[in-house]
């Protein structure tokens, strides 16, 4: 089971850096990304790396703010976020992922979310 970590309080203008990792096994998938859920709302793709070529996608609204990275051994994917804003609070998710219509989205009847992470921009 795949658990994200390092969501937290955060002022607006901050940065966070998120980790996922399932019990330090590689995350042996073509593609993963993060997504995220705001309180009251559906979830988001935000990012999606192909773990082959290093190719990467990110939604629109973190383009320039964010970046998604895998470790060498790839038992680690991180989110870099930076200049967070409010609309960023969500918890976060890492799964797999593909990039459809020019979103991110999961495979087709995924459901195993896994661990979330809070994080929570506010002054």
């Known amino acids: 089971q795949r658990v994200a970590s390092g969501g937290g309080p955060v002022q607006p203008g901050g940065s966070l850096k998120l980790s996922c990792t399932a019990s330090?096994?590689?995350?042996?998938?073509?593609?993963i990304g993060w997504f995220r859920q705001a309180p009251g709302k559906g979830r988001e793709g935000v990012s999606c790396?192909?773990?082959?070529?290093?190719?990467?996608f990110y939604t629109d609204s973190v383009k320039g703010r964010f970046a998604i990275f895998l470790d060498n051994a790839k038992t680690t994917l991180y989110l870099q976020m930076s200049s967070l804003q409010p609309e960023d609070t969500a918890a976060y998710y890492c799964?797999?992922?593909?990039?459809?219509?020019?979103?991110?989205?999961?495979?087709?009847?995924?459901?195993?979310w896994g661990q979330g992470t809070l994080v929570t921009v506010s002054s």
């Open positions: 799964a797999p992922c593909q990039v459809l219509s020019g979103q991110v989205r999961p495979p087709a009847d995924f459901s195993s």
């Open positions: 330090g096994k590689r995350l042996d998938y073509s593609t």
């Open positions: 790396l192909a773990t082959d070529d290093g190719d990467t």
